[in-house]
């Protein structure tokens, strides 16, 4: 898990600074994450798969298909 979101802010050319902004944390909390230091909350996980336009199953790596799931009507 740890390793998509470090791929996927990288395949994006964002630094893990400006991905905490879009999450409204710090650089350093981010990098937490990245590291597998500190879990990833839910709510965290669906702002990442929203933002990188995959699904949170993608993520968490249950899953290698990165499209995401069509949204509820």
Same mark, same amino acid.
């Given at each position: 898990m740890y390793n998509r $979101? =470090?791929?996927? =802010?990288q395949d994006n050319d964002l630094? @893990?600074?400006q991905v905490g /902004? $879009? %999450?409204?944390m710090s650089q350093t909390g981010y990098n937490q994450? /990245? *590291?597998g230091k500190n879990d990833i909350p839910t709510k965290i996980? *669906?702002? %990442?798969a929203e933002y990188y336009n995959t699904s949170?199953?993608?993520l968490l790596g249950i899953?290698? /298909? @990165?499209k995401p799931y069509p949204k509820k009507k």
């Open positions: $979101i =470090r791929e996927l =802010r630094t @893990q600074k /902004e $879009i %999450l409204n994450y /990245e *590291i996980l *669906i702002k %990442l949170v199953d993608y899953t290698d /298909e @990165q």
